[in-house]
């Protein structure tokens, strides 16, 4: 099941000045987390699968360049997904009390951005590989862009005091 861009429902993200900590909670035990993560586990299994049976077999009649290109794709695929899949983990692991959502806020559990490209490396690279490769950016830039939306935008998103912004304004315009 290939989720759209546009189900993906902010209901569980940063709103104005609520500490992280509960969005990363928040995130963790909503419907949409629980989609996320059934679909970014069916990709890994999928992939993985087509890696060992049909794309072992594919690549085997592939000419040495596209080979190599098979092989590089195929180690970035596994790459992409295997972060995506640690950061789900991480996920699950707040919504099942191993992990604080303290701790889930730690740099070192954020997603890289993908480096943006146009065409797959070789034009005889086998369709399947192609396909596979289409919908795991397509799944990483949707957990790309909550992991955004939960920790880096809500770094961005610290509350305002009302009283100390005025208390500041008022300084400010009788120094003048």
């Not at 928040?26 to 419907?31: P, R």
């Not at 999928?46 to 890696?51: I, K, N, T």
């Not at 072992?56 to 092989?71: G, I, P």
Request: aromatic share 6%; proline share 6%.
């Amino acid at each position: 099941m290939l989720l759209m861009d546009s189900m993906i429902d902010d209901a569980a993200l940063p709103a104005p000045g609520r500490p992280r900590a509960a969005v990363v909670r928040d995130f963790a035990a909503s419907e949409l987390f629980e989609r996320t993560f059934r679909e970014g586990m069916e990709v890994v299994e999928e992939v993985a699968a087509y890696l060992d049976g049909d794309g072992r077999r594919e690549s085997k009649l592939l000419s040495r360049a596209t080979a190599l290109a098979y092989a590089s794709e195929s180690m970035a695929l596994t790459t992409r997904l295997m972060q995506m899949a640690s950061w789900l983990l991480v996920q699950r692991a707040v919504r099942e009390g191993g992990m604080t959502a303290e701790a889930a806020c730690a740099p070192r559990y954020r997603l890289s951005p993908l480096k943006p490209r146009e065409e797959p490396s070789h034009p005889d690279l086998p369709i399947a590989l192609i396909e596979h490769v289409v919908r795991a950016e397509r799944l990483y830039e949707r957990a790309l862009h909550l992991d955004g939306r939960m920790y880096v935008d809500a770094e961005a998103e610290e509350p305002v005091n009302p009283v100390l912004s005025q208390m500041d304004r008022l300084t400010a315009a009788f120094r003048a």
